[in-house]
Structures are given as structure tokens and as C-alpha cells.
């Protein structure tokens, strides 16, 4: 499949979002309970034990509206800049599962799509998600959900993946003064110190990691707190499973939306405080 075939989705939590039609609201609720329970008329049952006087959509007509509804993922406003921190995932569309593979291999029809997140490692609410097919880089994804990150962000954490030109690019140009993306082994200066123009972020990362070492540098940079995403991944694949219902790849893709829409509600109810106990 060519670069050109490939698709994107992104979703950002401005809440501006027009609504797509008349029911949009009822069929959210819907996808979004079914993804919680894993069950395709989860929604069904929940207007049901509610007692909702609202008409319930069928499966067949959700599945039909499921790419046109328009996503709000909701954000509690912010008193200061956002540190988001960045990771993905795929999510199997059809395959088998973990102990078989380990066991007697993987088998040709085995496909997944990948789920790319921007966490505030504050609040542990997902600012944006994307969705993209498995050929997707990390890189290429974060280009675009920075750009439709509209927040304002004091610092990007982010595995060596995302250590390219383009990325740095991006965060240069949305002028985020602090970047903690480890470079990848063997890495050169790019920009040296006797050449006009300020100086490279990635750059003097590399130098405060070649002076001090990385583990004081991930220290100070607090680059320890973009394992929060990977917490958020866990949070996702446990609460919603690691396997898409819908079998329309647009579908698809606006499921993961839909969940990372309930994963932030459920986050809002109250998280766990967490606190550091001497030995």
C-alpha cells in the first residue's frame, strides 16, 4: 500500500467540534459503553437499565453513522502549560492471541492498527489521539497531532522513535522550549557550537548526556515521567481490551477515538494518588 493511501485521524480536545447530526450524542454513548463492556449492544443495555426514554439506535445504524460522529475528547481547563508525553500502540483487527503466537508462531492474516497518544502527565488525560494504519511511524503521526494540539505545552517527552529531523522541526516551530527524546545510539551534533542561529534542543540534550550521563540527564530533564503514557496505554488496553470490534477500517479508526473520549471521562471520576514512602 503506497504513502499516499495511508490514513490519519486525529482528534483534539478544543471541544469545538460541530456535531455531525441529530443523534450523534445517543450513538457516542453507545460506542462508547459497548467499547467499555465489550459487548456490540452494550449500549442498548445501558439506556435500558437507565430507563432512558431516549430511542436507542440498532446495531446496523451505529455502525452506519459510526464514522461520521463527531468526537469531543474532553479536557479540564488548565491553569499552566501542559508536559505531554507520548507513546503508541497497536490494537489487533484479526489474529491470534499472545500465547499462540509465542507458542506456534503468527500466522500471515495477522494486522493491527496503532493508537498514537499525547498525555498530560499532570492530569493523565489524553490531550490528543490518533489513529493510523500499522505502517505509520511514530515520527510522521506526531508532526500532525502536534499540529492539531492547540494547548499550550511547556515540555514533549518521548521514546528514541521520535528522535528525527521532522520532530524537532514541529517542536521548534510550535516554540516548546523543552524536549526529553533520548538520542538514539551513536548520535552526532547536528548543529556545532561555532555556527550562527541558537542552538538545537536535541543537541544540547546529546551534550548534557555525553557530560553528565543519561541517567543524570533523565533525571533532570524529567524524562522518567513519560512512562505516565505508557500507564495510560495499559489503562486503555485493560479497561477496553487490545482488540477492535468494528471491521471497516474508518469504523476502526473512530472506535479508538471514541474509547480515548471514555478513557478521559473515566480519568475526571478520580485517580489514585500516588506517594513516596520511605524504605
Given at each position: 500500500?503506497?504513502?499516499?493511501?495511508?490514513?490519519?485521524?486525529?482528534?483534539?480536545?478544543?471541544?469545538?467540534?460541530?456535531?455531525?447530526?441529530?443523534?450523534?450524542?445517543?450513538?457516542e454513548?453507545?460506542?462508547?459503553?459497548?467499547?467499555?463492556?465489550?459487548?456490540r449492544?452494550?449500549?442498548?443495555?445501558?439506556f435500558?437499565?437507565?430507563?432512558?426514554?431516549?430511542?436507542?439506535p440498532?446495531?446496523?445504524h451505529?455502525?452506519?453513522?459510526?464514522?461520521?460522529?463527531?468526537?469531543?475528547?474532553?479536557?479540564?481547563?488548565?491553569?499552566?502549560?501542559?508536559?505531554?508525553?507520548?507513546?503508541?500502540?497497536?490494537?489487533?483487527?484479526?489474529?491470534?492471541?499472545?500465547?499462540?503466537?509465542r507458542?506456534?508462531?503468527?500466522?500471515?492474516?495477522?494486522?493491527?492498527?496503532?493508537?498514537?497518544?499525547?498525555?498530560?502527565?499532570?492530569?493523565?488525560?489524553?490531550?490528543?489521539?490518533?489513529?493510523?494504519?500499522?505502517?505509520?511511524?511514530?515520527?510522521?503521526?506526531?508532526?500532525?497531532?502536534?499540529?492539531e494540539?492547540?494547548?499550550?505545552?511547556?515540555?514533549?517527552?518521548?521514546?528514541?522513535?521520535?528522535?528525527?529531523?521532522?520532530?524537532?522541526?514541529?517542536?521548534?516551530?510550535?516554540?516548546?522550549?523543552?524536549?526529553?527524546?533520548?538520542?538514539?545510539?551513536?548520535?552526532?551534533?547536528?548543529?556545532?557550537?561555532?555556527?550562527?542561529?541558537?542552538?538545537?534542543?536535541r543537541?544540547?540534550?546529546?551534550?548534557?548526556?555525553?557530560?553528565?550521563?543519561?541517567?543524570?540527564?533523565?533525571?533532570q530533564?524529567?524524562?522518567?515521567?513519560?512512562?505516565?503514557?505508557?500507564?495510560?496505554?495499559?489503562?486503555?488496553?485493560?479497561?477496553f481490551?487490545?482488540?477492535?470490534?468494528?471491521?471497516?477500517?474508518?469504523n476502526?479508526?473512530?472506535?479508538?477515538?471514541?474509547?480515548?473520549?471514555?478513557?478521559?471521562?473515566?480519568?475526571?471520576?478520580?485517580?489514585?494518588?500516588?506517594?513516596?514512602?520511605?524504605?
Amino acid at each position: 500500500m503506497g504513502k499516499s493511501s495511508r490514513t490519519h485521524r486525529t482528534r483534539s480536545l478544543s471541544g469545538l467540534h460541530r456535531r455531525g447530526g441529530r443523534g450523534d450524542g445517543v450513538n457516542e454513548v453507545c460506542l462508547s459503553s459497548g467499547g467499555a463492556t465489550n459487548l456490540r449492544a452494550g449500549g442498548a443495555r445501558f439506556f435500558g437499565f437507565c430507563g432512558s426514554v431516549c430511542p436507542c439506535p440498532n446495531t446496523a445504524h451505529r455502525s452506519r453513522r459510526m464514522a461520521r460522529v463527531e468526537v469531543c475528547l474532553p479536557l479540564l481547563p488548565g491553569k499552566k502549560a501542559r508536559h505531554s508525553v507520548c507513546d503508541s500502540t497497536g490494537l489487533k483487527v484479526y489474529g491470534e492471541g499472545e500465547w499462540k503466537v509465542r507458542t506456534h508462531g503468527a500466522s500471515k492474516r495477522r494486522t493491527w492498527r496503532k493508537l498514537h497518544l499525547q498525555i498530560d502527565e499532570a492530569t493523565n488525560e489524553v490531550v490528543v489521539a490518533g489513529a493510523s494504519e500499522n505502517s505509520v511511524s511514530d515520527d510522521e503521526m506526531f508532526v500532525e497531532m502536534l499540529t492539531e494540539n492547540e494547548e499550550a505545552i511547556e515540555q514533549i517527552s518521548g521514546d528514541g522513535a521520535f528522535d528525527r529531523k521532522k520532530v524537532y522541526r514541529a517542536i521548534e516551530a510550535r516554540e516548546i522550549p523543552k524536549a526529553a527524546i533520548p538520542p538514539r545510539k551513536g548520535a552526532r551534533i547536528w548543529k556545532h557550537g561555532n555556527r550562527k542561529g541558537e542552538r538545537l534542543i536535541r543537541d544540547e540534550n546529546l551534550r548534557s548526556i555525553r557530560r553528565h550521563g543519561k541517567a543524570k540527564w533523565k533525571r533532570q530533564s524529567n524524562y522518567h515521567r513519560r512512562s505516565l503514557a505508557e500507564t495510560g496505554v495499559f489503562r486503555f488496553k485493560t479497561i477496553f481490551s487490545d482488540k477492535l470490534q468494528s471491521r471497516k477500517q474508518d469504523n476502526q479508526f473512530q472506535e479508538m477515538i471514541i474509547k480515548c473520549a471514555a478513557l478521559n471521562r473515566m480519568t475526571h471520576l478520580g485517580m489514585p494518588d500516588s506517594y513516596k514512602v520511605a524504605a
